[in-house]
């Protein structure tokens, strides 16, 4: 039997590499084989930090007697969803067809053409709470395959078909109005658990795009925002020793969390908390909130060169045996002897996209140099390593080895949205060009597409209903989709559906938003709509679903507030002039930037509107409030710029 996983990059399929189970990596060659030995695919997906990942390779995978029964009638495949994450949406959308419990491990059955006839997730070693074993299911699947295989090509068609009419909810809907944005904000406080905060009953989940959507919504659903947040991060979903969170909680009161902590949900928390310090009387418990969290992803999810894991495990070993959340359980002092949980080293676009943003913002926010300086680390080495000479992104990649995994649209978007959010912290124009160089490409990618389609300039159909007009995207990712899902029809590259991070499509409506609020130019700003006109037409319906899409038509319908603060080049800071920067940096503005003089001007001469003219004042400092570019004459002094946010 070949071991094809050993040298794989992705931790996860490491880890899966010494299974008695003759595993493939997704690629062309599992298909091929299942089409030549007409047998049904299984596809197995998860992630290195998963706990239930780990228990069914424990329980199921080291079984040579699983392995054999496999090995006999299947072609086993095995994804890292991080890898692949367009793999992964494919069959959790094939895998809602038949069991409403999604989540990882994510276990499907599919044609060799890829197209899925049934799906679970995890399967245990004996039958329980009415889950049946995973070798009864390996069996009946294989009995099926053999003797009613027209019962599943029916199957496996409707699904398809289910999935094509269904999964990609693009309207061409006009942007909610306040009316609308208040009626989401209600089916929101309508969901919140009042007594333990978050929405909804077990489990619970953090559901960081809400918070960021709430956070920007006005004064209620700040409040909303800032008790659900409050809640979270004094219950046990929150680490009290190293400060971070953990993926999601199985009970109301947030308590038997499934102990992985996901890059993701901590820079998309820590980015809520730097939004809710803004502006006048913030709570106090958001400093030492955002200081917890900042240290756990500079601390313990950096990496040695710059950038940051993709997660760390739930599991540790403790006293010789696999303990999930052992290490954690444990106070500051239980801890110091114990190796903490490793960490899946993968460097991913996307989601270091995301903690740059958060770190600039939180380091903008609370003067957290220490944040500022990571998340410009990760910047530099990501731009180094992750942008190809033809403008393409790398998805993922381990201690330098790059992913042959195509970067998704959510990779553009995010790191785009971060440099921005840098260039926003730092007054360093370097990285909101190359944001616009990649938000460009998606949209040049886009429209080729369309060319390439026929449909040219015609983005919608007009004589249809709002809620049922088809609208191609404004947004794709450049060199495409995942190849071999592509090549049957089986893509998702331009889901706009909305998980525990922002979809592509709002990630890149949010980098392009930022960017016209700097100043790049309208085109941008109109990017940013047409993005979010795609799921407009039910997103305020859905808010649980699609907080990062709302939280991005909140800006568009918000006043642009621009603070631009510009101090001379060369002295350090005297009191009156920190305590400028300082009032500048909490003020609530929809973008905040503190530059000198010759930073000023190098944003001006790369295209940015905003900074045209922007000087200091007889070598003092000078803070310049605009409203959609229109200035109030700027002023030098922290009573005189607190006197323009009011007035």
């Not at 440099?419 to 944001?435: D, F, N």
């Not at 026929?454 to 404004?474: F, I, K, Q, S």
Request: charged share 25%; glycine share 10%.
């Amino acid at each position: 039997m070949a071991n094809r996983l050993a040298d794989s990059l992705s931790p996860y399929l490491r880890a899966h590499a010494d299974n008695p189970v003759d595993w493939y990596p997704w690629g062309e060659d599992a298909f091929a084989e299942a089409l030549r030995r007409d047998v049904p695919l299984i596809v197995s997906i998860g992630y290195a930090t998963c706990h239930w990942c780990h228990v069914m390779a424990r329980e199921s995978f080291s079984d040579p007697a699983i392995a054999e029964i496999l090995s006999r009638g299947f072609v086993a495949v095995k994804v890292d969803r991080e890898e692949h994450p367009e793999v992964d949406a494919s069959y959790l959308a094939a895998a809602s067809a038949f069991t409403r419990q999604l989540g990882w491990p994510l276990t499907v059955f599919a044609r060799p053409d890829g197209r899925a006839f049934y799906a679970g997730t995890y399967f245990p070693p004996r039958a329980q709470q009415g889950i049946p074993a995973f070798r009864e299911v390996l069996q009946a699947v294989g009995e099926a395959w053999n003797e009613r295989r027209d019962d599943l090509d029916r199957t496996a068609d409707a699904v398809g078909e289910a999935i094509a009419a269904a999964s990609v909810a693009r309207t061409d809907a006009d942007l909610p109005d306040r009316a609308a944005m208040d009626e989401a904000i209600g089916r929101l406080a309508a969901d919140e658990d009042a007594l333990h905060g978050g929405f909804g009953a077990a489990p619970k989940f953090p559901v960081a795009p809400v918070l960021g959507f709430l956070a920007v919504a006005g004064a209620d659903a700040r409040e909303l925002a800032t008790r659900t947040l409050r809640k979270m991060g004094a219950s046990p979903l929150r680490d009290p020793v190293e400060g971070g969170f953990f993926r999601y909680a199985t009970r109301a009161d947030w308590s038997d969390p499934h102990y992985e902590r996901m890059l993701t949900d901590n820079s998309l928390l820590l980015e809520v908390a730097a939004e809710l310090a803004t502006g006048d009387g913030p709570p106090p418990f958001l400093d030492a909130l955002a200081a917890g969290v900042a240290s756990f992803l500079t601390e313990r999810m950096e990496l040695p060169e710059g950038g940051f894991a993709a997660a760390q495990d739930s599991e540790s070993t403790i006293d010789g045996r696999r303990d999930e959340g052992g290490y954690y359980r444990r106070d500051a002092v239980g801890r110091a002897g114990l190796e903490p949980p490793a960490l899946d080293a993968k460097l991913l676009t996307g989601w270091n996209g995301l903690a740059i943003g958060a770190l600039a913002r939180a380091g903008q926010v609370f003067g957290d140099d220490r944040a500022i300086t990571s998340a410009r680390r990760a910047a530099d080495r990501l731009i180094a390593e992750h942008v190809r000479p033809d403008g393409t992104l790398v998805r993922a990649s381990l201690d330098g080895r790059a992913s042959s995994a195509p970067a998704t649209l959510e990779d553009t978007g995010m790191f785009a949205g971060g440099l921005v959010r840098l260039a926003a912290a730092t007054g360093e124009a370097r990285y909101a060009v190359v944001a616009r160089l990649l938000i460009d490409a998606a949209a040049d990618a886009a429209m080729a597409r369309e060319t390439e389609a026929e449909h040219g300039a015609a983005m919608v159909d007009r004589e249809a209903e709002p809620e049922t007009r088809r609208v191609a995207l404004p947004f794709a990712a450049p060199g495409g989709g995942d190849p071999v899902l592509a090549a049957r029809g089986l893509g998702f590259a331009d889901d706009p559906a909305e998980g525990a991070v922002p979809s592509g499509l709002t990630a890149c409506a949010d980098a392009a938003w930022r960017l016209a609020a700097l100043g790049a130019g309208e085109r941008y700003r109109e990017l940013a709509e047409t993005s979010s006109r795609v799921v407009a037409g039910i997103a305020p319906t859905r808010p649980i679903a699609f907080g990062g899409a709302l939280g991005v038509m909140a800006r568009l319908d918000a006043p642009l507030v621009q603070l631009v603060l510009v101090l001379p080049d060369g002295d350090d800071a005297d009191g009156d002039r920190q305590e400028l920067i300082e009032v500048a940096r909490r003020q609530e503005a929809s973008v905040t930037v503190v530059v000198t003089e010759s930073q000023a001007a190098a944003f001006a001469d790369a295209g940015f509107e905003l900074f045209d003219g922007r000087l200091a004042r007889n070598g003092r400092a000078a803070a310049y409030r605009c409203r959609s570019f229109v200035c109030a004459l700027p002023v030098e002094t922290a009573a005189e710029l607190r006197q323009l946010a009011v007035g």
